[in-house]
């Protein structure tokens, strides 16, 4: 079964330095998000990305986040300049074109990020 | 705001027993509901979904979920519990973006500890 794979699974990182997160979605999907979880806390949507563009992104997904597909297989997220409450568990997700409407898309097993 | 809500921080059921984990919803319109789980280091791994149609709706895993538009609710059932099932159960629900994509809005989650 096709899966959504990120790398790394989990990284330790400096307050104030750049971190990229890396997704491969599934080959034949053309939508793709980001979530995250802080520990204990409930999934959140960060943002969503659709022909090459951002599409929508929640108010969490500020100036320090971008994301990008920078050679139409790899999805990266890169957050700036990395705070302590950034640690969280990232997912990402990918839906193909005739699943848009979300009903039941694939995520991967997540990065979990720790900012020290 | 369109929401869901998941009473339980944790269910605990002896194996072989039937269990249920409980999800209640706030939408306008009619609600695109979903249920996730996620095992220790993995993502989250689709169950089910509920679109339209009959109320009860099976998934994977041997799990189903009754959907109950008075009530409000769409909780999660299996006859039969098994050790493996022990896992994180997250409920979710679709909403619609102004910009016309989806996201899903999760539940906090309910940890299930099945019990030999």
């Known amino acids: 079964e096709p899966e959504v794979t990120q790398t790394p699974s989990h990284q330790v990182t400096q307050m104030g330095q750049e971190v990229i997160l890396r997704c491969v979605p599934i080959?034949?999907?053309?939508?793709f998000y980001w979530y995250r979880q802080i520990l204990g806390q409930k999934v959140e949507f960060l943002v969503s990305f659709y022909n090459n563009e951002i599409s929508e992104k929640s108010e969490i997904f500020d100036d320090q986040f971008s994301v990008e597909r920078p050679d139409g297989s790899n999805f990266t997220l890169k957050i700036r300049s990395t705070k302590l409450e950034d640690s969280a568990m990232y997912f990402c997700?990918?839906?193909?074109?005739?699943?848009?409407?979300?009903?039941?898309?694939?995520f991967g097993s997540g990065t979990r990020l720790t900012v020290v | 705001a369109q929401s869901v809500a998941q009473p339980e921080d944790q269910v605990n059921v002896a194996e072989g027993n039937p269990l249920t984990v409980k999800c209640t919803y706030s939408v306008s319109g009619n609600p695109y509901l979903f249920w996730y789980v996620q095992y220790p280091n993995r993502g989250l791994q689709f169950l089910l979904k509920y679109i339209t149609g009959d109320n009860l709706v099976k998934g994977s895993y041997g799990f189903e979920a009754e959907f109950n538009k008075s009530q409000t609710s769409f909780h999660l059932k299996k006859p039969s519990a098994l050790v493996s099932d022990s896992a994180l159960y997250f409920c979710?629900?679709?909403?619609?973006?102004?910009?016309?994509?989806?996201?899903?809005?999760f539940g906090t989650g309910t940890r299930l500890l099945v019990s030999p």
């Open positions: 997700a990918s839906s193909p074109r005739e699943d848009r409407r979300h009903y039941g898309y694939t």
């Open positions: 080959s034949n999907h053309l939508y």
């Open positions: 979710a629900v679709r909403v619609s973006m102004n910009t016309g994509f989806q996201k899903l809005v």
